[in-house]
């Protein structure tokens, strides 16, 4: 099967949706419908698409990463610790002492003045989670991987079990009171963070960690997760890239359905699928709505509403604006850096960042094109009516990602 559908035509394939009984549970609410059909793709070099704005603090940060780029330069530098940082004053406080920093003719700062700042004003990356006890993790779940019996084996995956303890986390108390020095996101419970730089929870990641969590027999940190994103969801109208305050804009591949159904499956807690179903046909209303759905006509002129990655953001991403400029600096126009950057927070909401498949030319990083494919993946995730039809012009590359909905039992050719 082929990764992707543009919005214009070639070769023939044959493509069916298959879904779980989960998903037909939702089926038989009313979805919200796409009202719009385009019969061109979207110009490259435009973008009228929405924008949904930042924060001060995260504005603030990104001024700071931009000069400790030019203070320290690349070798001990990393963009996204500077937009973890957590405040110790308030941001105009801090934003006074920043602007009073001595500045050379060329505006950087030195080592010694910007270490002091950074020292004296932020609280460090990763500070503002704190440790949390699983309160479902046992050394040796009962049950526990009964198929594997080679005692080395076993060994290595009690392990890898053991890791839980290591990777759980709450947010700080500071968060939940002073949401303004943070751009950590509160949560209500408590977390599995993916490790090193990446100290927060991440959209689809939590689909692999609650696969593992039913292994080692941790349920309720397994629905704890659950709680976390829905949360978000509620919050925000959508499930976030992840839990930090510059992710707003954009989300990942929908999921959270697939994590409460593998959840309902191993526990049978219906309460939780009751308590689930209005936030999911909420994001399900989020991926359905007009900027991440496109209405195409398949050879037989039938129409069909395909979706597709969509973020809600034009400008360098937070986490690596310092890179994101370096790259847009090839183009000339300002729409064109704008587009440019709609791509690149539009790959990044996929999950696949940054793979070949969202590039027009696989070895030109500038011509990514994430928001005018409809990838198939994408379309199995979201709830579907059971539909064949042909359509035309597919890339015939292979990608790992071809393969995820397989992986997660979304799509089951019965053969």
Known sequence: MSSWLPFTTTPTVKISFFFSSFFLLLLSLTPM??????SAPLSCSKDSGPVIPTTPLVSFLERVQETALQTYGNSKFDRKDFV??????NLSTTVEAFDKLPKTANGSVSVNDLDGFIGKYFKGAGEDLVYAEPVDFVPEPHGFLPKVENPEVRAWALEVHALWKKLSRKVSS????????????PLPGPVMIPGSRFREVYYWDSYWVIRGLLASKMYETAKAIVTNLISLLDAYGHVLNGARAYYTNR???????????EIYNRTGDVELVRNSLPPLLKEYQFWNSEIH??????????NHSLNRYY????????EASTVDREFASKFLNVSEKLQFYRELASTAESGWDFSTRWMRNSSEFTTLST???????????ILREPQTWEAQNQNQNVFASNFVPLWIDLFNSGL
């Open 84 to 89: 973890d940082f957590s405040l110790k004053f």
């Open 174 to 185: 500071s968060v939940h009171d002073h949401p303004e020095l943070h751009t950590l996101l």
């Open 293 to 302: 759905t496109w209405i195409i006509r398949d050879a037989e002129q039938g």
């Open 311 to 318: 973020a809600m953001w034009n400008k360098p991403r937070p």
């Open 371 to 381: 928001t005018t494919i409809l990838p198939v993946d994408l379309n199995i995730f």
């Open 33 to 38: 419908a796409a009202t719009h059909s385009f």
């Open 251 to 261: 989300s990942q591949p929908p999921l959270l359905s697939a994590m409460v159904y």
